[in-house]
């Protein structure tokens, strides 16, 4: 069973930074960013391939860096000049199985952390 467990939401003024993590223990493959932002549904941000290949939304790229330990089995998303619009509760997921390209859709992610909020200020 893979368990996953965000930090490092808070919050922050617009054009400020964060750094997420998800520790993982278990297999991982396929590592992906969701966030939701309240009455939206859940939209894909980023993920990173077991052998490294990245994949950003559109409207992160330049701003969002995803990478991963792969020692510590660790997740993390450096998010720069953040925007208001952009507040909402960040997910990560594994697939359960090598997958390549890594997929950009939610519902091709098993396993999901309990998510961590980012709010962010005008």
């Known amino acids: 069973q893979v368990q996953l467990v965000e930090s490092g939401g808070g919050s922050v003024q617009s054009g400020g930074s964060l750094r997420l993590s998800c520790a993982a223990s278990g297999a991982t493959y396929c590592m992906g960013w969701f966030r939701q932002a309240p009455g939206k549904s859940r939209e894909f941000v980023s993920s990173?391939?077991?052998?490294?290949?990245?994949i950003y939304a559109e409207s992160v790229r330049g701003r969002f860096t995803i990478s991963k330990d792969n020692a510590e089995n660790t997740l993390f998303l450096q998010m720069n000049s953040l925007k208001p619009e952009e507040t909402g509760m960040y997910y990560c997921a594994t697939t359960r199985a090598p997958t390549y390209p890594c997929p950009q859709m939610d519902h091709n992610y098993e396993y999901w952390g309990q998510g961590t909020q980012v709010t962010v200020s005008s």
């Open positions: 990173i391939s077991t052998d490294g290949a990245l």
